[in-house]
């Protein structure tokens, strides 16, 4: 999820033999690897609409993908993720300390604006996650 230009995780993991399909909203995202990692498929769309058939992956990766994603809508994505999961699958995901939506005006994140296509303009107070894991699976 959030395959950026698909370098460093989709090319190792597709490297490694895995078949690997990305998804990222950004379609320049989506153009470059599709030339950088050949053998797998990308494609262009929103990760909190996509529609993945139940059990269609052994794992799903969202490194830095999830802070991009306003806070209301990221359960509702993790419980479709795990939809996505076939039995036994794993989640890898990074998720960050607190909320960040896409903009950094105290230069923590290194300076400057990063446009969100969910138009979230504003930082959150801290997010624990762990409030969702409520149920086993």
Same mark, same amino acid.
């Given at each position: 999820?959030?395959?950026?230009?698909?370098?460093?995780?989709?090319?190792?993991?597709?490297?490694?033999?895995?078949?690997?399909?990305?998804?990222?909203?950004?379609?320049?995202?989506?153009?470059?690897?599709?030339?950088?990692?050949?053998?797998?498929?990308?494609?262009?769309?929103?990760?909190?609409?996509?529609?993945?058939?139940?059990?269609?992956?052994?794992?799903?990766?969202?490194?830095?993908?999830?802070?991009?994603?306003?806070? #209301?809508?990221?359960?509702?994505?993790? #419980?479709?993720?795990?939809? =996505?999961?076939?039995?036994?699958?794993?989640?890898?995901?990074?998720?960050?300390?607190?909320?960040?939506?896409?903009?950094?005006?105290?230069?923590?994140?290194?300076?400057?604006?990063?446009? #969100?296509?969910?138009?979230?303009?504003?930082?959150?107070?801290?997010?624990?996650?762990?409030? =969702?894991?409520?149920?086993?699976?």
């Amino acid at each position: 999820m959030g395959c950026g230009c698909g370098i460093p995780v989709a090319r190792d993991l597709s490297d490694a033999g895995h078949r690997v399909t990305g998804i990222d909203i950004s379609e320049v995202q989506v153009r470059r690897p599709r030339m950088l990692v050949p053998d797998a498929v990308f494609v262009h769309g929103d990760v909190t609409t996509v529609e993945f058939a139940p059990a269609s992956f052994n794992a799903v990766v969202a490194m830095y993908a999830l802070i991009h994603i306003p806070w #209301e809508q990221q359960r509702a994505l993790l #419980e479709r993720i795990v939809a =996505w999961l076939r039995p036994g699958g794993w989640f890898l995901g990074t998720m960050g300390h607190r909320a960040w939506t896409g903009i950094d005006d105290d230069g923590s994140a290194g300076g400057g604006h990063v446009v #969100e296509p969910h138009g979230r303009r504003r930082h959150q107070p801290a997010l624990d996650h762990s409030v =969702w894991s409520d149920r086993p699976g």
